[in-house]
């Protein structure tokens, strides 16, 4: 199973709702600020619940994006060591939104969002009926301007992963016939075209 990597630009945003990352694959690295000696209790007990696979970083020096330069580093060097996991940046700061859209140029899965409720990982499995999941895949895909899935391997891989491997027996198919039956892609030989 992928491993998720949320990456909390704590400067940018202190975010109060780790526990929607409880029951998934993830490993948590808040990056701290210099000045920022102080965690709020709350958020200190939650994170100590995932053990070693929650830590803080907090950074040297000070300076214009020097945390952001910081995560940017760890999502090179974990990429490295981890080539199939995914990379959440929690940050409102859209100067991340080129960098990210560089990496997946080079096939690194990354995303920024504002907040962990906006994590795709997260939103999915709060979608629980087939309506809610297919209102889910449709807005993943539609906000994807150049990173659509181009062939039906790769749209499948795809919904497998923003519901965690999660969907029920036959779910997946029966979002792909829907995706065909609203009209919001046409498969012609094994390649996805789309419509939104």
């Known amino acids: 199973m992928r491993t998720n990597f949320v990456l909390v630009d704590f400067e940018n945003v202190q975010p109060d709702n780790f526990r929607l990352l409880n029951g998934h694959p ?13 965690i709020p209790i709350d958020m200190a007990r939650i994170l100590q619940q995932y053990g070693p696979n929650a830590e803080y970083i907090q950074i040297e020096g000070s300076g ?24 959440h940046v929690i940050s409102k700061d859209t100067g991340f939104d080129p960098l990210i859209k560089h990496l997946k140029g080079k ?13 795709p990982l997260v939103k999915s499995a709060d979608s629980k009926s087939f309506p809610e999941k297919f209102d889910t895949l449709v807005g993943n895909l539609a906000k994807r301007k150049t990173g659509k899935p181009r062939t039906m391997e790769t749209l499948r891989s795809t919904i497998k992963a923003l519901f965690s491997n999660q969907l029920a027996i036959g779910e997946l198919d029966a979002l792909i016939e829907q995706l065909k039956k609203r009209g919001a892609i046409k498969v012609d030989d094994g390649k996805v075209q789309y419509d939104f």
């Not at 096939?107 to 994590?119: E, G, H, L, T, V």
């Open 26 to 38: 993830i490993k948590i690295k808040v990056f701290l600020g210099s000045n920022q000696a102080k």
């Open 64 to 87: 214009c994006n020097a945390l952001d330069f910081h995560i940017a580093y760890y999502i090179g060097r974990l990429a490295g060591e981890n080539p199939d996991a995914f990379f």
């Open 107 to 119: 096939k690194i899965f990354c995303q920024r969002s504002p907040s962990i409720a906006d994590i």
